[in-house]
């Protein structure tokens, strides 16, 4: 298992679950926190609810260092709430900042989704933002979020408080291992037969539009079309470089939802963070930019080693 | 000009065609031919050693018509090649009356035959006679057809550093008007490398002062193909250059806007 990722910690970076069951509690336990890290010097982004927004910025005196960021788009999911993260931290940093302190009050939707999300969420800070000088408190609304979502977060943790307090922190979970559990609960492929296949990739324009038509056709809007031939496109794109031919693309169609398979017969690789962490610097380094895009761009992307070689399921919600 | 008017269609162009097989060369090369021969023009085609004539044009109907009508004539690559041979090819011809030229040869048997040295030399001759008379020239490049990859060896380098001009593969037309550039087609990772060299090429001769891409022709362009317009113009970037993405569908606004290019310093990506 690579162990690349786990480079060494910046000193300023702490990662920390706030357990609180109403936006008083919220509001009461974190504003001291971060008075604190605006006094010193830091900047504060907030990714709340409107009304714990509104309470901890007049708390807060309206300080100018206080940032609200937009609570539905950072965690429509894992992947894009740390990037949002990251760049914020990067811009900050890169404007003569110190340390960003984050209170996020985390919401990943409910069901099995919530759960995978959450975990990939607290997953990837404990990973690729370690590197960062960021203090993020993971907010959870015990009457809001779901039990699994709540029990999780104990586990993911290397810092908690309950009623404004640190609480005793357990061992948490080694975050490859979460993350390798989050992948093993997703939406499997359906059992029928796809409605497209293409056995052996060769021509990716073809294989573009091969994708395309059958999908607008099932009235799966222009962009999501677009997104999903572009995510295909990146990883049949890495099958043929760094995988072993055929390549072989199978899409299903559900109601509500689209599933596609990119499988190679090359080994593939085995971390689960590969395609989530965009590479340091300013350019567009080499590798995992692809798979890096297709998390962005579908709803779920999971690779994964069968008997044929190597597939990435990717799943769209439409 | 504008895009849907397809390379070659700028009478005084020179094209650098890069194929990676024998259909993709045939079908650019003839309707480039087909298409001076509509114009009247006179057509000299340089055939490669064992090359008998390009098979597209002998067979043809048309084409067949027009080369009995003195408009279309193959000549041997050792005789196209010496040093002054095609500008006399280009004013005997405009003498006949004809109203422009076309000139096409294997770019890759022509450095092969007389070197990288005397071929810039005589690339650069061309590039004057496109400039000064209604000439236009279409140099034939085999890239090497090692499966998508389309890397690009020394000899290609020279190839595209010649042509900064025009340049056409399976799946991309660039063209190059002062400091604008335009880009047409579908191109991916095959065409990355030869898009980092051309953009590197261009941003050389460009100096400091802003480039333009406009990338309103292009229906589809990947990851590979956003790294590879950065590689190719970071340099110029890095020198104080700003290059301006121009014209991208919003799709491909998009997927640039993911990558975080408009964030780079000396990107400006206009709506």
């Given at each position: 298992?690579?162990?690349?990722?786990l480079?060494?910690?910046?000193?300023?970076?702490?990662?920390?679950?706030?357990?609180?069951?109403?936006?008083?509690?919220?509001?009461?336990?974190?504003?001291?926190?971060?008075?604190?890290?605006?006094?010193?010097?830091?900047?504060?982004?907030?990714?709340?609810?409107?009304?714990?927004t509104?309470?901890?910025?007049?708390?807060?005196?309206?300080?100018?260092?206080?940032?609200?960021?937009?609570?539905?788009?950072?965690?429509?999911?894992?992947?894009?709430?740390?990037?949002?993260?990251?760049?914020?931290?990067?811009?900050?940093l890169?404007?003569?900042?110190?340390?960003?302190?984050?209170?996020?009050?985390?919401?990943?939707?409910?069901?099995?989704?919530?759960?995978?999300?959450?975990?990939?969420?607290?997953?990837?800070?404990?990973?690729?933002?370690?590197?960062?000088?960021?203090?993020?408190?993971?907010?959870?609304?015990?009457?809001?979020?779901?039990?699994?979502?709540?029990?999780?977060?104990?586990?993911?943790?290397?810092?908690?408080?309950?009623?404004?307090?640190?609480?005793?922190t357990?061992?948490?979970?080694?975050?490859?291992?979460?993350?390798?559990?989050?992948?093993?609960?997703?939406?499997?492929?359906?059992?029928?037969?796809?409605?497209?296949?293409?056995?052996?990739?060769?021509?990716?324009?073809?294989?573009?539009?091969?994708?395309?038509?059958?999908?607008?056709?099932?009235?799966?809007?222009?962009?999501?079309?677009?997104?999903?031939?572009?995510?295909?496109?990146?990883?049949?794109?890495?099958?043929?470089?760094?995988?072993?031919?055929?390549?072989?693309?199978?899409?299903?169609?559900?109601?509500?939802?689209?599933?596609?398979?990119?499988?190679?017969?090359?080994?593939?690789?085995?971390?689960?963070?590969?395609?989530?962490?965009?590479?340091?610097?300013?350019?567009?380094?080499?590798?995992?930019?692809g798979?890096?895009?297709?998390?962005?761009?579908?709803?779920?992307?999971?690779?994964?080693?069968?008997?044929?070689?190597?597939?990435?399921?990717?799943?769209?919600?439409? | 000009?504008?895009?849907?008017?397809?390379?070659?269609?700028?009478?005084?162009?020179?094209?650098?065609?890069?194929?990676?097989?024998?259909?993709?060369?045939?079908?650019?090369?003839?309707?480039?031919?087909?298409?001076?021969?509509?114009?009247?023009?006179?057509?000299?085609?340089?055939?490669?050693?064992?090359?008998?004539?390009?098979?597209?044009?002998?067979?043809?109907?048309?084409?067949?018509?027009?080369?009995?009508?003195?408009?279309?004539?193959?000549?041997?690559?050792?005789?196209?090649?010496?040093?002054?041979?095609q500008?006399?090819?280009?004013r005997?011809?405009?003498?006949?009356?004809?109203?422009?030229?076309?000139?096409?040869?294997?770019?890759?048997?022509?450095?092969r035959?007389?070197?990288?040295?005397?071929?810039?030399?005589?690339?650069?001759?061309?590039?004057?006679?496109c400039?000064?008379?209604?000439?236009s020239?279409?140099?034939?490049?085999?890239?090497?057809?090692?499966?998508?990859?389309?890397?690009?060896?020394?000899?290609?380098?020279?190839a595209?550093?010649?042509?900064?001009?025009?340049?056409?593969?399976?799946?991309?037309?660039?063209?190059?008007?002062?400091?604008?550039?335009?880009?047409?087609?579908?191109?991916?990772?095959?065409?990355?490398?030869?898009?980092?060299?051309?953009?590197?090429?261009?941003?050389?001769l460009?100096g400091?002062?802003?480039?333009?891409?406009?990338?309103?022709?292009?229906?589809?362009?990947?990851?590979?193909?956003?790294?590879?317009?950065?590689?190719?113009?970071?340099?110029?970037?890095?020198?104080?250059?700003?290059?301006?993405?121009?014209?991208?569908?919003g799709?491909?606004?998009?997927?640039?806007?993911?990558?975080?290019?408009?964030?780079?310093?000396?990107?400006?990506?206009?709506?």
């Amino acid at each position: 298992v690579s162990r690349s990722l786990l480079g060494p910690s910046h000193a300023d970076y702490r990662h920390e679950a706030v357990y609180y069951d109403s936006t008083p509690q919220l509001v009461e336990s974190t504003a001291p926190l971060l008075e604190r890290a605006l006094a010193h010097g830091e900047d504060v982004a907030l990714v709340c609810t409107e009304a714990a927004t509104g309470a901890l910025r007049e708390a807060l005196n309206d300080h100018s260092r206080i940032l609200v960021l937009p609570r539905p788009e950072i965690f429509r999911k894992a992947v894009t709430a740390v990037g949002c993260l990251r760049d914020l931290v990067e811009e900050r940093l890169a404007n003569g900042g110190r340390r960003v302190c984050v209170l996020g009050e985390v919401d990943f939707g409910a069901g099995d989704r919530a759960l995978d999300e959450s975990r990939r969420y607290e997953a990837l800070l404990n990973v690729a933002l370690r590197p960062f000088p960021l203090w993020s408190l993971c907010g959870y609304n015990t009457g809001v979020l779901p039990e699994r979502v709540l029990a999780s977060g104990e586990l993911t943790h290397p810092y908690l408080r309950r009623d404004g307090m640190p609480a005793s922190t357990p061992t948490i979970l080694d975050p490859f291992e979460v993350m390798r559990l989050a992948d093993a609960n997703g939406a499997p492929v359906p059992d029928d037969s796809p409605a497209v296949s293409v056995a052996d990739v060769h021509d990716l324009g073809a294989l573009r539009r091969d994708i395309g038509l059958p999908l607008l056709a099932e009235g799966v809007s222009g962009e999501q079309v677009d997104d999903l031939a572009v995510a295909v496109h990146e990883l049949a794109t890495n099958g043929l470089r760094h995988g072993e031919p055929p390549v072989t693309v199978r899409v299903w169609l559900t109601p509500g939802r689209v599933v596609c398979t990119i499988t190679d017969r090359g080994a593939g690789f085995d971390d689960p963070f590969t395609g989530y962490v965009r590479g340091a610097g300013g350019e567009l380094p080499e590798g995992q930019f692809g798979l890096w895009l297709a998390r962005q761009l579908c709803d779920e992307v999971v690779p994964y080693r069968t008997q044929e070689g190597f597939t990435v399921r990717l799943t769209m919600r439409h | 000009m504008t895009v849907s008017d397809g390379l070659g269609a700028d009478r005084d162009s020179h094209v650098l065609l890069l194929y990676r097989d024998e259909t993709q060369r045939r079908a650019s090369v003839v309707a480039w031919v087909k298409q001076g021969l509509d114009l009247g023009e006179k057509v000299f085609y340089a055939t490669a050693p064992g090359e008998a004539a390009l098979p597209g044009l002998a067979t043809g109907g048309a084409m067949t018509t027009a080369s009995h009508d003195g408009q279309l004539t193959f000549v041997p690559l050792d005789e196209f090649f010496p040093g002054a041979g095609q500008a006399a090819l280009v004013r005997q011809a405009l003498d006949q009356g004809f109203p422009g030229v076309r000139l096409s040869a294997h770019a890759d048997a022509a450095l092969r035959v007389v070197g990288e040295e005397v071929y810039q030399a005589i690339d650069r001759g061309m590039d004057e006679l496109c400039a000064s008379l209604p000439v236009s020239a279409l140099c034939q490049y085999g890239a090497d057809a090692d499966g998508d990859r389309g890397g690009v060896d020394a000899r290609l380098g020279a190839a595209i550093d010649s042509h900064p001009d025009a340049l056409q593969d399976a799946r991309l037309q660039v063209w190059r008007h002062g400091n604008e550039v335009l880009m047409a087609g579908e191109p991916d990772v095959g065409s990355a490398d030869v898009i980092t060299r051309t953009f590197y090429r261009i941003c050389q001769l460009q100096g400091v002062s802003d480039l333009v891409v406009d990338l309103s022709g292009l229906t589809f362009a990947d990851v590979a193909i956003c790294r590879a317009l950065l590689a190719g113009t970071q340099d110029h970037r890095r020198a104080g250059g700003a290059v301006h993405f121009r014209g991208a569908s919003g799709h491909l606004r998009k997927v640039l806007s993911l990558l975080g290019v408009p964030r780079l310093s000396g990107v400006v990506v206009l709506e």
